[in-house]
């Protein structure tokens, strides 16, 4: 939920500090909120075609941080990314502890959500050092995100400080304790030492993009007016224990999803929007300011039965009407931004 905010390829701007620091505060207040949300939505899940017997491929090895296999969901969110971030679709063999992936005529980055104990759940990414992967190799997955993230966070570190960032004593110590962790271990004891680097590495960049918002915020003439900060209110029926921290972080907030019916007909039948209403509501009431959306997620826990074996052909105008459609509802004008500030 939160892949934090690294990399940085230019000085910290309000949007992506916006972006980035609400899911963190979120994560931070509100216990289990990202569970939660994967539950409503349903487990990621993936099914990709197995690679053959002559392709090349990286042997990935995937551990928890006491050395036991990666638990089996967190190890079906492994996937192949471009170095642009793009995702790509690689042939993947998994079994306990360990992945096999084909390896495209292009050079692959890899992401994984991984169980960061000291900091959270995260989606964590290995690039060999920028160049990404293009040959046949065998890598432990952990050992090679911890260097990863070390380097985006340092390589960021010097954006900041170009920027004129002060100094921050907190940021260098987690960030040399990050460097002596990653580099001061072998064999078994490299795994729970990367995971220990990620932790200070991973707060290391989440304090270095608070720093770079505080050091833009301290240079602004007078105070912003109409400052929209928020995050997923998708756990109101969790009562005090979501709607306290909630209420007291937040002045806006991404309403809950629409859900499908499980018959295709009638047409005007299929989406069910009574968990988008309550959330709706729900904000209204406590005088956060609601954004809607009409999503396009093709889990299994967001995508109806009957659905998953139409043909794309038929899946575009569908999912374009629906969209449509939900925008049309929900129209938010401008009275009811002033009516809740």
């Not at 969790?238 to 047409?267: C, D, H, M």
Request: with cysteine; hydrophobic share 40%.
């Amino acid at each position: 939920m939160t892949n934090s905010l690294l990399p940085l390829s230019r000085a910290m701007t309000r949007r992506t500090f916006l972006q980035s620091a609400a899911a963190t505060a979120t994560l931070a207040a509100i216990p289990d909120f990202a569970q939660d949300t994967a539950r409503q939505l349903g487990a990621e899940e993936s099914a990709p075609p197995v690679p053959r017997k002559d392709d090349p491929q990286i042997r990935v090895l995937l551990h928890e941080a006491d050395l036991s296999p990666l638990e089996a969901e967190r190890s079906r969110t492994l996937t192949a990314r471009d170095l642009a971030n793009d995702p790509l679709p690689q042939p993947v063999s998994s079994a306990e502890g360990r992945s096999r992936m084909t390896l495209p005529s292009e050079p692959i980055q890899i992401a994984a959500r991984l169980k960061v104990p000291d900091f959270g759940e995260v989606h964590c990414f290995a690039d060999n050092n920028g160049k990404g992967y293009s040959r046949p190799a065998n890598i432990e997955f952990v050992v090679e995100a911890a260097i990863t993230r070390l380097r985006r966070v340092r390589e960021a570190a010097e954006l900041t400080k170009a920027a004129g960032v002060p100094n921050d004593p907190e940021f260098d110590r987690r960030l040399q304790a990050a460097a002596e962790l990653a580099s001061n271990k072998a064999g078994p004891e490299q795994v729970a030492a990367a995971y220990k680097s990620l932790a200070q590495s991973l707060h290391a960049g989440e304090r270095l993009a608070l720093n770079a918002a505080r050091h833009q915020i301290s240079k602004l003439a007078k105070p912003r007016s109409n400052f929209l900060f928020g995050g997923l209110a998708s756990g109101t029926d969790r009562g005090a224990a979501f709607e306290k921290p909630f209420t007291q972080l937040f002045n806006f907030a991404t309403i809950s999803w629409y859900t499908w019916s499980q018959k295709p007909e009638p047409v005007e039948s299929r989406i069910d929007y009574s968990r988008k209403d309550k959330t709706l509501d729900w904000c209204l009431a406590r005088k956060i300011i609601p954004k809607g959306f009409g999503y396009v997620y093709l889990a299994n826990g967001a995508t109806p039965e009957w659905i998953r074996s139409w043909p794309f052909e038929k899946v575009l105008p569908e999912y374009k009407r629906i969209v449509a459609q939900t925008a049309r509802r929900l129209p938010w004008p401008a009275a009811l931004y002033r009516g809740n500030q």
